[in-house]
């Protein structure tokens, strides 16, 4: 642990790291390094000209854009100077934009000037009327409209020491640093209030026990609007002082391309980019031997994900990850001393000072063995939803975190995931769980995807529906399919629907929206 960062706010951590190694390579992006100390002293540039602006303690600044030092340029100057990040995401088009940022009630936004073929001035600048909090538009990559404001000019901003020092004095661990909207996979998205402290909880948790340090460099393609790319990729190499190579998006390709370049110690992801990335042949190709640690996380993975990714990384620990936008990043991982055969059962462990326990309906403790809600407590959990008092209140009790993850705890402390609570549907009277259905399916050589739902039946009352995205080259059948479950199931938690896709419906953070899903009835 004494070469993690041990900081109470993200500036100082920043300013810690820059004091350290000056020099080393914080990021790379687009074939350049930067340093800890370039990042350090732009952040405190465009800092600066967010207090220029008259930005405040506890204002918003919305951020739409790829994963991109500009980015990490905002979070940063707005962790030193107490103002929030609202998480954005590029796929986000007029209805989301319209709730979160007013739901949010952002103060300014930082965009892309265009992307493919969607152009965010000319868009901002019609839909100014709807976000009435919105008063400071700054574009990047491209000139703005009339009264909007550059990024590069934001980003070089005299320095004005003394405000500027004053308002980092003002900034505190338990201060607002990022909002980040659930991904919507169900219902009303619900913005997530980060700390500074909530943030660092989680990081120098996953810091420490992930023994990252100099000598690590990792592909960065997790979107840095979420939990996973900005706590669990950003806050945690900062504090180890690792580098990673930023992805603007992510494409085999374009990880394919970087791997070649550099010689990667840790390859993070979640099961679908693991799975898209072993998919691709010239990924496979590569040498992966300087590879020590595979994390994977986002979603329960299943037993034949791992054992391809240990296959795939013949010196590297595979770990499982788990943690919520309400946990600002990673609360559970594989102990070291977990054999493999408990890494397929179980996601882990509590990693930190944080605590857990599985409940009934009624809110009871259950005792090892018995399945229930899995809920945490410590420095990690968020205060709650902005500005949804009673959803606050309906999740946060206590300081307990109910996650709506049902799960079971062994006598050991090991954590086994069963699937998320409202996917659980009763067939013919008995509970089944998607997730321990889709981890057979997995299984089966002709499958690269699947996602499995609860449809309404008129005799059984429901039953399951699985989507399978078939591996390439093959064409399973139906009936294959369900032959392969009768083996490996009981009779109650075998599909009765199956369905072929290409594709599936994805969240910006690289899951599978089931809610999509079930729309489709």
């Known amino acids: ?160 020491t003394d405000a500027l020092d004053r308002a980092k004095a003002s900034v505190v661990p338990v201060d607002d640093i990022m909002i980040i909207y659930t991904s919507g996979t169900t219902g009303t998205p619900k913005g997530a209030v980060i700390t500074h402290r909530s943030q660092l909880a989680s990081a120098t948790a996953q810091a420490v026990h992930t023994r990252v340090g100099p000598e690590d460099i990792f592909p960065l393609a997790l979107p840095l609007n979420h939990v996973g790319g900005i706590t669990c990729g950003v806050l945690t190499s900062l504090l180890g002082r690792a580098k990673y190579v930023l992805i603007p998006v992510f494409s085999p390709d374009g990880i394919v391309a970087q791997c070649a370049k550099y010689r990667m110690t840790m390859a993070n992801g979640v099961p679908t980019m693991h799975v898209l990335l072993l998919m691709t042949e010239s990924y496979r190709a590569l040498d992966h031997s300087g590879v020590r640690l595979v994390i994977i996380g986002g979603s329960n993975a299943d037993a034949t994900l791992l054992k391809q990714l240990e296959e795939a990384y013949p010196k590297a620990r595979v770990m499982n990850l788990y943690g919520l936008s309400e946990t600002s990043g990673m609360v559970v991982m594989s102990p070291w001393e977990s054999d493999f055969d408990m890494t397929i059962q179980s996601i882990g462990k509590p990693i930190g000072p944080v605590e857990v326990k599985v409940v009934d309906e009624m809110g009871n403790e259950l005792p090892p063995g018995e399945i229930g809600e899995l809920c945490f407590r410590g420095d990690a959990v968020v205060k709650g939803y902005h500005g949804m008092p009673d959803k606050t209140n309906e999740t946060f009790k206590d300081g307990w975190l109910s996650t709506g993850d049902m799960g079971l705890l062994n006598e050991e402390g090991y954590i086994f995931l069963k699937g998320r609570k409202k996917e659980m549907y009763i067939q013919g009277g008995f509970n089944v769980y998607p997730v321990e259905v889709e981890n057979v399916i997995a299984g089966h050589p002709k499958v690269a995807m699947v996602a499995g739902i609860g449809v309404k039946d008129e005799v059984l009352g429901e039953v399951g529906r699985y989507y399978i995205i078939p591996a390439p080259g093959t064409e399973p059948t139906e009936e294959e399919i369900k032959a392969f479950c009768k083996e490996r199931l009981a009779d109650y938690k075998v599909p009765r629907q199956i369905v072929f896709r290409k594709e599936l419906p994805m969240t910006p953070a690289g899951k599978i929206m089931k809610s999509a899903l079930e729309k489709e009835g």
């Open 1 to 160: 642990m004494s070469n993690i960062i041990q900081a109470d706010t993200i500036g100082s951590a920043l300013e810690k790291a820059a004091a350290a190694s000056p020099n080393e390579t914080m990021m790379i992006y687009d074939g350049k390094e930067i340093s800890f100390g370039e990042v350090h002293a732009i952040s405190d540039r465009v800092a600066c000209g967010l207090l220029e602006m008259g930005f405040q303690k506890g204002d918003k600044i919305g951020i739409i854009g790829l994963n991109q030092p500009e980015w990490l340029y905002t979070y940063f100057a707005a962790a030193k100077i107490g103002a929030v990040v609202t998480g954005l995401s590029v796929r986000y088009r007029d209805s989301e934009l319209d709730y979160i940022l007013n739901q949010s009630g952002t103060r300014a936004v930082l965009s892309l000037a265009t992307m493919g073929d969607m152009n965010y001035v000319s868009f901002f600048r019609d839909f100014r009327e709807k976000i009435p909090s919105v008063s400071e538009f700054i574009f990047m990559g491209g000139k703005g409209f009339e009264g909007s404001f550059s990024f590069d000019a934001l980003m070089n901003t005299d320095l004005a």
